[in-house]
């Protein structure tokens, strides 16, 4: 089964910062997708922002991009300009045809 | 679009208890998901239903549960037998071909 990794159980940031959440995946398929997922302490997961994997050009919405090294099997997250209702667990997705695997995710606190 | 609801959203029962959580999806979502979550962990995959067909099922999901989706709408997750360690919140998501997971409120179970 494909795997998910976050290493990073927390990360903190000062509001109006930026921060760089990680996250690695390894696969054979080729043809998937990737996504961020937000989950506030009222813990509904919330699409922050998604990747196909057969394209090149590294998502953005808004604060939130992503760099995606498709190689690397890396997808990290990162958020520009941190605000305060940021501060989630963030969970890193990876999909494929059928099969959708979450990591164990990101506690981001953000301070201000 | 109502979002996807799940019902109830707390259970509280006692070992050896049997209990069934509903999911709706999002009307038109053919694919359904459940997942379980602990305290601090991501979502840990149970089971996937493409329309009514239950297409695969987690080695998490023993015997002892079983999830259907008979008209390939609402989905039910029964516990038989509850332990305490199947005290989680259990997720339910949906989604169309080629768009992002949609998840519910989920319902958290503590088996007491």
């Known amino acids: 089964a494909q795997t998910v990794t976050q290493s990073q159980p927390e990360m903190s940031v000062q509001e109006a910062e930026t921060v760089t959440l990680s996250c690695t995946y390894d696969?054979?398929?080729?043809?998937?997708?990737l996504f961020w997922y937000k989950q506030p302490p009222s813990r509904q997961m919330i699409l922050v922002i998604r990747q196909e994997a057969y394209k090149q050009q590294n998502a953005t919405e808004n604060r939130f991009s992503v760099n995606f090294q498709k190689a690397a099997k890396s997808f990290s997250l990162k958020i520009s300009d941190s605000q305060l209702g940021d501060a989630a667990m963030y969970f890193c997705a990876y999909r494929s045809d059928n099969d959708m695997r979450f990591g164990a995710g990101t506690r981001l606190t953000v301070k201000p | 679009d109502t979002g996807v609801s799940q019902d109830p959203r707390h259970k509280i029962t006692k070992r050896g208890q049997n209990v069934t959580f509903r999911c709706d999806p999002i009307?038109?979502?053919?694919?359904l998901y459940w997942y379980r979550q602990t305290l601090g962990q991501g979502p840990e995959f149970l089971t996937y239903?493409?329309?009514?067909?239950?297409?695969?099922k987690s080695r998490l999901l023993s015997d002892r549960f079983s999830a259907e989706r008979p008209k390939g709408s609402f989905s039910t997750l029964e516990i038989q037998r509850t332990e305490q360690g199947d005290s989680a919140m259990y997720l339910c998501?949906?989604?169309?071909?080629?768009?992002?997971?949609?998840f519910g409120n989920g319902t958290r179970l503590t088996v007491t």
């Open positions: 239903f493409q329309n009514e067909a239950q297409l695969e």
């Open positions: 998501a949906s989604r169309r071909i080629n768009s992002p997971l949609h």
């Open positions: 696969t054979s398929e080729s043809d998937y997708y």
């Open positions: 009307s038109e979502h053919n694919r």
